[in-house]
Structures are given as structure tokens and as C-alpha cells.
């Protein structure tokens, strides 16, 4: 059934970070393909009026557009602008005015999630809710409990269909490769398992730090930032079984199946560490013990994956900004032919997409001997054509829920984490621009060690 297009779009949160960075350039494209002419509704608590929201809009394309002066006037025109706490019953009666009867507005919720449920219980009591469409940011709840809590305070007031769960991640251009990969091609499947795989590792590397969101990142830490969603998304996508279909309920299914087969983590397989300086940036707590390293050893206990170590690195301040992943491949047939490079499957997700396969081919000279080459066969710029961000916002408007990260598979990554999260485990200081804490090594000492990125400077 053909799903009505949303009639307004409402962002809560507009004064904020992620407004600055990701919506308004959103927006701009959006325009800019024809994608998007309905009225657009900031909500914050700024004492602001309309012009100063524009006027964030334009500082915020000009810093990450570039700003495209038609697109931009358009914008403007679409633009409007309500004031007001969202714990304030007049903050949602303002908007429900400024809705002037649109049938299916889309709330974008991005705002702190511990306002999210203030903010539902305000958009039904005001009327705003009926036949509305809400978006709302990862992480979604901060640990296993709240998770479902929010999703029953969620589902109160909106049908699962209307509901969309953002993980940009899912809305990249690389990632959705990832799935391509797997299933456009008959080359990979048959050796995609526990016979054949040796190892696997994930590695997302930032060189930058918590880049000004030290409160928000403060109260997250890695595992909630880009574990708990991101990177078990790419590890569900990488090692999910085939569905019958490219269809969205198929994908959510086996991506939900794999991550419910992946066992919790457990102290010892984790090591946390937080870059020097991280303790002066604005807004940290002072003793804060948050993590803004994590690398992590799991398992996946399937037929198809059981005793195949999976690691998982993720740091801000690290060496290169970067996230790839390294499949290793078991020994060759013959002994003689082994050495330390195996055959890998190297696929890289940012800041470029990159396929590429090392095999080994004979040495030139007389004896009859093997070395490893690598062979890139894909290559080229990540996002060349639409932003996650664009393409996740405009599927939510058009009530298409492909890419959005589904409840199962939401509680599932979070039941992987739950055990690890709250400080439970140390936090071990390390230098910037470095690869984190040593002890991180010893998790990949079984597999040879970690392989670290190398990006062209
Ligand atoms: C966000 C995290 O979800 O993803 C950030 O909150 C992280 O900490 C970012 O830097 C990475 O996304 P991308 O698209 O810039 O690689």
C-alpha cells in the first residue's frame, strides 16, 4: 500500500549540534533535488526568533554546504521557527498553530534522549501526533531496559510504522555496499564461514576528538556513540545469512536473527581506554571515566560463524580517520604456501570506498614460492551522490522504513553490550594519535594482531 507523503517537517533540537552539522545540509539538498517543498518547523529553547534560526542555517551551510543561493532562498521561505521548553504545554499548542492542519507531519526528534519522552507525551496531549511520523536518533534508549521502556513510551502514542530510528549508518552509500557485496555476488557466499573465515575485524578510526559535543559525548562513551548501532549494524550486514529478498522486512529479519546470535560480552573481552586530554574538554565531568576508545572481542554462535573471533575497534584522537574491515581467510591447501599475509578481503566503508583482495601469487625466480598481492577493484569517493542524511530523511517522509534500524535488532545490539556498560570495566588512558591503549593488542594477539588502516595523508 502506497504510504502518504508527510506534509510538514518538524526537527526538535534545531538550535542544536546535529542540526548545525547534518539537517540543514540535509535540507539545502533535499531542495536542491526537488525532494522537499512542504513547510519546515525548528523547535528549541534558544530565545530565539525565525531570522536567527535562518541565520544558523546559513552560518551552518557555510561551514558544511556549500550554500547553493536558490536552494537556500527556498529554504528560507519554508523555514519557520517555534521558541519554547519542551516540557511547556504552549511549546507544542504554538506548534500544532504553526501545523496549520497539515495531515502527516514528521517529527524529527534530534534532541538528547532523555527528552524524548516528554516531547511524545507534548505531541499527543497538543494534537500534533495524529497522522504524524516521528524520527528519532541513536542511541536509542542507554542500555537494555530503557531501550524497551522508550519504545513502549514511543509505541503509546505511534504505531511501529510510523516510527523511525536513525542510524545514519545505515543510510551510507558504503554501508548499503555492504550488502551488495555480499549478495549481488556468487564469489564470496560459499567461503563466507567459520570453515574458510580465520578472522574477522572492524576497525572505525577518528583522528579528530569529541569535535565540541564533550556533554553529549560525556554522557554516552564509544560503546553507546558508535558500537551499540553502528558497528553491529556492519558486523550484522557482513555476517548475516542471505535473505530471500532485497525487500526491508527480509533484511530486518536476518540482520535482528544475527545480532540475537551474537553472545553478550563479558568483562575480559573488552578494554576501554580515553585519549589524554579528553578530561579538558568543555563540558566533561572531571573525573569522568567515560571511554572514547573500546575495542572488543566477540562471538557469534551460529553454525555458520561459531569460534571465528570478531574484534571491533572504535577511538576518537587515533592515528587516521578511517573505518574498514579486514576479513582473513584460513591457511591455503598447502602448507608451503603459508605465510603472514593470508588471503584477506579488505573492505574499506570511509573515508573512501574500497574493495580490495589479497591473494597470493608465485614469486618471480626459480623456486616455486608464494607472495601476497593485493588487488583493489573497487574505488572510488564515499558519498559522491546523497548524504545518509538526506536519503534517511527523505525515506522517513515517504513512510519508507528500509533503512531504519528495527526494535529487535535495536534490543538485540543492546543485550550484546548491556553487561560491559557503565564504567564496569577500567578505563585506561592513552596518547593521541596513537591506536589506543596497549593492552587493546593483547584482545588481537590470537589473530596476529590488529591491522591498522593506512590512509593517504
Ligand atoms: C556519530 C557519532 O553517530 O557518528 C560520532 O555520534 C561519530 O561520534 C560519527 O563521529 C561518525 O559518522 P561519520 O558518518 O562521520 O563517519
Known amino acids: 500500500m502506497k504510504r502518504p507523503v508527510s506534509d510538514a517537517l518538524v526537527f526538535f533540537g534545531a538550535t542544536g549540534d546535529l542540526a548545525y552539522k547534518m539537517i540543514f545540509p540535509a535540507l539545502q539538498s533535499m ?64 506548534l500544532a498553530a504553526r ?35 516521528i524520527v528519532v536518533e541513536k542511541p536509542f534508549g542507554r542500555d537494555l531496559a530503557s531501550a524497551q521502556a522508550l519504545n513502549k513510551t ?17 543510510g551510507k552509500e558504503a554501508v548499503q555496499g555492504l550488502f551488495v557485496f555480499r549478495f549481488a ?24 576528538g569529541v569535535a565540541g559535543r564533550g556533554s553529549l559525548y560525556d554522557s ?33 529479519e536476518k540482520t535482528a536473527a544475527l545480532l540475537e546470535r551474537v553472545k553478550p560480552l563479558s568483562a575480559n573481552a573488552i578494554v576501554r581506554g580515553q585519549f589524554r586530554g579528553y578530561l579538558d574538554e568543555q563540558g566533561v565531568k572531571p573525573r569522568s571515566n567515560v571511554e572514547t576508545f573500546a575495542a572488543l572481542h566477540l562471538e557469534i554462535d551460529s553454525e555458520r560463524w561459531r569460534g571465528v573471533p570478531f574484534l ?10 578511517c573505518t574498514e574491515i579486514l576479513v582473513e581467510l584460513r591457511s591455503p591447501p598447502i602448507a608451503e604456501f603459508e605465510n603472514d599475509t593470508g588471503d584477506l578481503v579488505r573492505l574499506r566503508l570511509s573515508p573512501d570506498l574500497e574493495i580490495a583482495l589479497t591473494t597470493q601469487h608465485k614469486k618471480p625466480g626459480e623456486a616455486m614460492e608464494a607472495e601476497p598481492v593485493e588487488m583493489s577493484f573497487v574505488q572510488r569517493p564515499d558519498g559522491v551522490e546523497m548524504t545518509a542524511y538526506e536519503r534517511l530523511l527523505g525515506d522517513a517522509m515517504h513512510g519508507d522504513p528500509t533503512l531504519f534500524a528495527h526494535q529487535r535488532a535495536v534490543e538485540a545490539a543492546w543485550t550484546i553490550v548491556d553487561g560491559v556498560l557503565d564504567m564496569k570495566t577500567p578505563v585506561i588512558v592513552y596518547e593521541p594519535d596513537t591506536w589506543g591503549p596497549s593492552q587493546a593488542e593483547a584482545l588481537a594477539e590470537p589473530v596476529g594482531g590488529w591491522h591498522d588502516p593506512e590512509v593517504q595523508p
Open 185 to 208: 555476488n556468487r564469489l564470496f557466499e560459499p567461503v563466507w564461514n567459520r570453515e574458510h573465515v580465520r578472522s574477522v575485524q572492524i576497525t572505525m578510526a577518528e583522528k579528530f
Open 312 to 321: 571491533i575497534r572504535t577511538g576518537k584522537k587515533l592515528p587516521v580517520s
Open 99 to 133: 501545523l496549520k492542519g497539515a495531515q502527516h507531519p514528521l517529527h524529527y526528534l534530534a534532541i538528547p534522549p532523555s527528552l524524548f519522552p516528554v516531547v511524545v507525551d507534548e505531541l499527543a496531549r497538543s494534537g500534533c501526533a495524529k497522522g504524524a511520523r
Open 220 to 252: 554516552l562513551g564509544a560503546i553507546r556513540d558508535v558500537v551499540q548501532n553502528h558497528l553491529l549494524e556492519v558486523l550484522a550486514l557482513l555476517t548475516m545469512d542471505a535473505p530471500d529478498s532485497a525487500g526491508h522486512t527480509e533484511i530486518r
Open 154 to 170: 514511543i509505541h503509546a502514542v505511534f504505531a511501529e510504522e510510523d516510527v523511525f530510528r536513525i542510524d545514519h549508518y545505515l
Open 31 to 94: 531542495i536542491r533535488h526537488g525532494h522537499l517543498d512542504v513547510p519546515i518547523i525548528g523547535v528549541a529553547k534558544a530565545g530565539w526568533g525565525v531570522e536567527q534560526l535562518r541565520q544558523r542555517a546559513h552560518d551552518s551551510l557555510s561551514e558544511h554546504g556549500p550554500v547553493d543561493d536558490e536552494a537556500f532562498a527556498k529554504l528560507v521561505s519554508l523555514l519557520d521557527y517555534v521558541d519554547g521548553d519542551y516540557a511547556e504545554p504552549a511549546t507544542f499548542d504554538e
